[in-house]
């Protein structure tokens, strides 16, 4: 690694990037928890679950829809989808210029309400941009390929309830301290969204055994072990186990605030030395991934830092969304440069492998992340215009 630890990092990114800043190491931190973000994102859209995305949605309660909560990722059905052709001197590709567009194909957007998006402006690129919005679903929009003068753009309705929902939570801490009370806070915030989203709710059994139930829609229930009634759930056809059920994803970064040792070195993932608030969010959510020290370090200083040649385009507009004198932040998980979002999805393709390896599997404990991507893969391609009839 690079760097000794994140925290090294994150004095070098407050000293090199940030030191214009009133507070260096906080702004560093915030840029941080920014790359932890868009590091998932793109992990995301490699694993070929684009068109699934949404970002930042209110995501109801389950039994309990007038209380919602924002979530960093969704992944939801896919109703419908189409494709435009726009012609690259339209000075901003705004969401009014592709519903013009889409009508004179014959795609009905009747109910929908337009959103004042745009899904590409001064080379800034909006991901996972919406459209339009219905009683039911999203319609969103991104760029399929660039071709000469020519973008090609896909337009796709994604229905409203979202099959899957990743989180990401990374906390610094005050210099010479191991952790702070915001971490706790953290955990407790993810650990009540992670509950509180799914049909799939946990119970413990008195001897501590975590168990699982699932209500029908007739008031009868299921309840097994937790992560065998998951997978049944998964990998059924039933509607009546699948039309609430959401798989609950957490990523969490920089080991210090979360493990309480390491191995020779090595991050001990072994559960009598996770920190209270790991184990919290462990038995919350679903899956807990762990963004290692190796895995962000290795993405700022390859990327970011010290790139090569072809990628120094990155390192640019990284520094110039947090330079003294920025106009607009165009590396963010939202808002992104074009030919970085092109540099990053060839990096992340090329190299997957690797950014993978920069993932630890906290929970389930007896599952990789190969079984995540199977799972996500399953829910994508079940039939949801059937089972959320």
């Given at each position: ?297 290795d993405f700022i200083d390859k990327l970011l830092l010290h790139p090569i040649s072809e990628l120094r385009f990155l390192r640019d507009t990284f520094l110039s969304s947090y330079a003294e004198d920025k106009k607009k932040n165009q590396f963010t ?57």
């Amino acid at each position: 690694m690079a760097y000794e630890s994140v925290d090294k990092l994150q004095k070098v990114l407050a000293d090199e990037v940030f030191n214009h800043t009133k507070d260096p190491k906080k702004a560093s931190g915030r840029a941080l928890g920014t790359l932890v973000e868009i590091i998932t994102y793109y992990l995301l859209k490699t694993w070929r679950l684009n068109n699934s995305i949404s970002i930042e949605r209110g995501l109801a309660e389950y039994g309990n829809p007038n209380i919602t909560h924002n979530v960093e990722y969704s992944l939801h059905p896919i109703v419908r989808s189409s494709f435009l052709t726009i012609d690259k001197s339209v000075k901003s590709i705004t969401s009014n210029v592709i519903l013009k567009a889409l009508t004179e194909t014959g795609f009905d957007i009747a109910g929908f309400e337009r959103k004042n998006n745009q899904l590409l402006s001064n080379n800034i690129l909006r991901n996972a941009c919406t459209i339009a919005t219905s009683e039911n679903s999203f319609l969103l929009s991104s760029i399929k390929s660039d071709i000469g003068d020519k973008l090609e753009l896909h337009i796709y309705e994604q229905n409203k309830k979202p099959y899957a929902i990743f989180e990401c939570k990374r906390v610094g801490v005050e210099e010479g301290m191991t952790k702070g009370p915001q971490t706790i806070e953290k955990a407790k915030q993810g650990a009540y969204v992670a509950r509180t989203a799914s049909s799939l709710q946990k119970i413990r059994s008195e001897s501590g055994e975590m168990q699982g139930i699932i209500y029908k829609s007739n008031g009868s229930y299921i309840i097994k072990p937790y992560t065998n009634l998951m997978d049944e759930i998964i990998f059924s056809s039933d509607k009546e186990l699948l039309r609430k059920f959401i798989l609950t994803v957490g990523v969490v970064s920089n080991h210090g605030n979360w493990i309480k040792k390491t191995l020779n070195g090595v991050l001990n993932f072994s559960e009598e030395n996770f920190q209270k608030e790991l184990m919290v969010l462990a038995q919350s959510y679903d899956w807990l991934l762990f963004l290692t020290d190796n895995g962000l370090s290795d993405f700022i200083d390859k990327l970011l830092l010290h790139p090569i040649s072809e990628l120094r385009f990155l390192r640019d507009t990284f520094l110039s969304s947090y330079a003294e004198d920025k106009k607009k932040n165009q590396f963010t998980k939202v808002q992104m440069n074009i030919e970085a979002d092109r540099i990053l999805l060839k990096y992340f393709s090329e190299n997957l492998s690797t950014v993978e390896s920069w993932f630890n599997v906290v929970s389930p404990t007896q599952k990789k992340l190969t079984d995540l991507k199977r799972e996500l893969d399953e829910l994508k391609n079940k039939n949801w215009q059937e089972i959320l009839l």
